[in-house]
Nanobody
Framework: EVQLVESGGGLVQAGGSLRLSCVVR????????IAWFRQAPGKEREGVLC?????????YYRDSVKGRFTASRDNAKNTVYLLMNSLKPEDTAVYYC??????????????????WGKGTLVTVSS
């Protein structure tokens, strides 16, 4: 069974940083993609970014995180990281990682994800 487990969430003050981890287990193929989503209180889930495990390329799904959020991967550990810098209160959300074969192009990132983690809560205080 494919499982994705997020960790690293917590409470941080505005301007601070957090690094989230997504450990992927049960995938037998080397080439796949991990996307990060988030859902703020009272809002719909939205795409953040996606990283390809094959070439380390990143697809951003919203301008608000460009320059602040970066993704990286460690294929040997089957782990994807989301480094969040300069955090803002509006970044407060439950963050999820999800698996797809490739990173969707912006606009269709909500479609086709095969597996999801349970999420980790990030709270940014002002």
């Amino acid at each position: 069974e494919v499982q994705l487990v997020e960790s690293g969430g917590g409470l941080v003050q505005a301007g601070g940083s957090l690094r989230l981890s997504c450990v992927v287990r049960g995938i037998i193929f080397d080439d796949y993609a991990i996307a990060w989503f988030r859902q703020a209180p009272g809002k719909e889930r939205e795409g953040v970014l996606c990283i390809s495990m094959s070439d380390n390329s990143t697809t951003y799904y919203r301008d608000s995180v460009k320059g602040r959020f970066t993704a990286s991967r460690d294929n040997a550990k089957n782990t994807v990281y989301l480094l969040m810098n300069s955090l803002k209160p509006e970044d407060t959300a439950v963050y999820y990682c999800a698996q797809d074969l490739i990173c969707p192009v912006p606009g269709i990132e909500t479609l086709g994800m095969d597996y999801w983690g349970k999420g980790t809560l990030v709270t940014v205080s002002s």
